[in-house]
């Protein structure tokens, strides 16, 4: 009996055929003769945590910061772990933590049981009002000489009516060039253009030059 052991690397639902041959010769002939065998293991699951901490709804244009959180659960080290992302049309990325390879992938240092991380992205999106926009992304493990997938992240998000119209004017101008000695008179207007009632409106990081 020839007793093998081994780990299957792979995603959820993932069917994983072995296959073993054997090569004979009997006594007193030339001839040489094959047995093959084959086993199909489907992968159950995948004690990794691979999610978006994305907002489900976002105004077009305006700045989106979203996180992907990794954490692993299985009983021994991971390590050549990457992350990769696809975008949806219209998103424009700005800068991520840790860097980025190309925008769209990291590399995810080794991790060991029960330890974990984010990959934090700022970006903008842009859409039209009702448009769905899927994010996916992708934790992929190499090991001989190709990426694995191990988990995979989905999660959409609605581009949004704009609740609030903000806009201003430097001396009656919303052009205004200022040259140097002028005196700067700043006006900021505020209109309520969603549906429902804003309260408690307080504006914030307001700063001024002159």
Not at 51 to 67: A, H, I, V, Y
Request: net charge neutral; glycine share 8%.
């Amino acid at each position: 009996v020839l007793r093998i052991r081994a780990r299957l690397l792979g995603k959820e639902g993932e069917a994983k055929i072995a296959k073993a041959t054997l090569s004979y010769r009997p006594k007193n002939l030339k001839a040489r003769y094959e047995s093959i065998t084959t086993f199909t293991t489907v992968i159950k699951s995948v004690p990794l945590n691979f999610e978006f901490d994305l907002p489900s709804q976002t105004e077009s244009g305006k700045e989106l910061k979203f996180r992907l959180n990794y954490f692993s659960n299985i009983d021994y080290p991971l390590s050549n772990l990457r992350c990769k992302i696809e975008y949806p049309l219209g998103f424009e990325f700005i800068e991520s933590t840790p860097p980025s390879l190309e925008k769209i992938e990291w590399e995810v240092p080794p991790l060991n049981k029960a330890e974990g991380g984010r990959i934090e992205i700022v970006g903008r999106l842009r859409g039209e009002v009702g448009e769905q926009k899927i994010f996916q992304a992708e934790l992929n493990i190499w090991q001989e000489g190709e990426f694995i997938l191990l988990k995979k992240a989905v999660k959409g998000v609605e581009i949004i009516k704009p609740a609030l119209y903000i806009t201003q004017q430097i001396n009656g101008n919303p052009e205004y060039i200022a040259n140097p000695g002028d005196s700067l008179h700043y006006e900021i207007f505020f209109k309520n253009i969603g549906e429902e009632t804003l309260i408690d409106f307080l504006g914030q990081n307001c700063f001024f030059w002159s």
